[in-house]
């Protein structure tokens, strides 16, 4: 069955640096999707992505966030220079399309660390 | 402001025991509700609700949604061990808005 992947599983990195979260979306799908979640805490939107533009964007997503699918498969998270609040787990999600009868599925995340 | 809001947040019950899981939310544009369980890692999709007092089953679990009232409920029939997990509702509207979850445990 189709996956979303996620890589790495796990970064840690010193406050200040760069970090790029990677993943690859089920291969059919348009949409793409950020998340992330706090240890402990709920799941929160960061941000939408069709057509190679982004369609939605929270509050969370800010100048130091940006986004990218560089080519046919990756989906990028890039965040330029980390905090110690970045830490969290980043999930990925891609959906087939608009509309009601579409869910989006999610993939196993990556830790980021910031230290 | 759009909220959803999940109770109870904890709940713990044994074996065979049948829970509801509660799931409110004011959002303008409402879309859909989904439904996701959450055990270790990712969210895991369960059901999507887009139509009023319909309900939908799989297996033990089922949901249902009322738009006039703005809520849905998620039922676990004869839980087991395994459903021990964290249900997440989310609301889909222009983005996608979660709860902050029920976390279930059952004992054995």
């Known amino acids: 069955e189709p996956e979303v992947t996620q890589t790495p599983s796990h970064q840690v990195t010193q406050m200040g640096q760069e970090v790029i979260l990677r993943c690859v979306p089920i291969?059919?799908?348009?949409?793409f999707y950020w998340y992330r979640q706090i240890l402990g805490q709920k799941v929160e939107f960061l941000v939408s992505?069709?057509?190679?533009?982004?369609?939605?964007k929270s509050e969370i997503f800010d100048d130091q966030f940006s986004v990218e699918r560089p080519d046919g498969s990756n989906f990028t998270l890039k965040i330029r220079s980390t905090k110690l609040e970045d830490s969290a787990m980043y999930f990925c999600?891609?959906?087939?399309?608009?509309?009601?009868?579409?869910?989006?599925?999610f993939g196993p995340g990556t830790r980021l660390t910031v230290t | 402001e759009d909220k959803v809001v999940q109770s109870p947040l904890s709940l713990v019950v044994h074996e065979g025991d049948t829970v509801t899981l509660n799931c409110s939310y004011e959002?303008?544009?409402?879309?859909?509700l989904l439904w996701y369980k959450q055990e270790k890692k990712a969210p895991t999709f369960l059901f999507m609700l887009?139509?009023?007092?319909i309900e939908k089953k799989s297996g033990r679990l089922s949901s249902i949604l009322d738009k006039k009232e703005l809520f849905s409920i998620l039922n676990i029939t004869a839980t087991q061990t395994g459903d021990s997990a964290v249900y997440l509702c989310?609301?889909?509207?222009?983005?996608?808005?979660f709860g902050a979850g029920t976390r279930l445990t059952v004992k054995p």
């Open positions: 999600a891609s959906k087939l399309g608009t509309g009601f009868n579409y869910e989006q599925y």
């Open positions: 959002v303008t544009n409402f879309r859909s």
């Open positions: 992505f069709y057509n190679n533009e982004i369609s939605e």
């Open positions: 989310a609301v889909a509207f222009y983005d996608m808005r």
């Open positions: 291969s059919n799908h348009l949409y």
């Open positions: 887009t139509s009023s007092g």
